[in-house]
């Protein structure tokens, strides 16, 4: 079993995993429209261009997610985080300091009694991230 984060977006999921896929060192190997669905041609035409599913490939790992169908309330991503676990806390630096652009810190990236380094942030698309680095066993 493996457990996916899939994300749902306000008109801005495109955007947000071409930013991913660059602080994470991804690569984007999934990319599908609303305008390429069945029944398209009953959706409104500035709908088409929307992500109905974008996958990201972060070494074994996969990102995925949607804009919100068109037909639906959109009300943001609340009450969860997407965790990431790095081997090293210099690579966790590196991670929390390109997803933090634009975004709000909400605890900075720094050594914990549980960690050799964890932060916290909103990033500028509205999703919270944790990044933690384990000290060493």
Same mark, same amino acid.
């Given at each position: ?64 997610? %949607? ?15 997407? %965790? ?54």
């Amino acid at each position: 079993m493996q457990l996916t984060n899939y994300l749902i977006f306000k008109d801005t999921a495109e955007a947000a995993f071409t930013f991913y896929a660059q602080c994470l060192r991804g690569k984007i190997a999934t990319m599908m429209r609303f305008g390429e669905a069945p029944g398209c041609e009953q959706m409104p035409a500035e709908t088409r261009d929307l992500l109905i599913h974008v996958r990201l490939e972060i070494g074994d790992q996969v990102l995925m997610a %949607s804009d919100c169908p068109p037909d639906r309330p959109y009300d943001g991503i609340k009450g969860c985080a997407v %965790s990431i676990q790095v081997d090293t806390a210099a690579e966790g630096e590196r991670i929390f300091n390109a997803l933090k652009e634009g975004g709000t810190v909400q605890m900075p990236y720094e050594k914990t009694f549980w960690a050799a380094r964890f932060g916290m942030l909103v990033d500028k698309f509205g999703v919270p991230w944790m990044i933690n680095c384990e000290k060493d066993q």
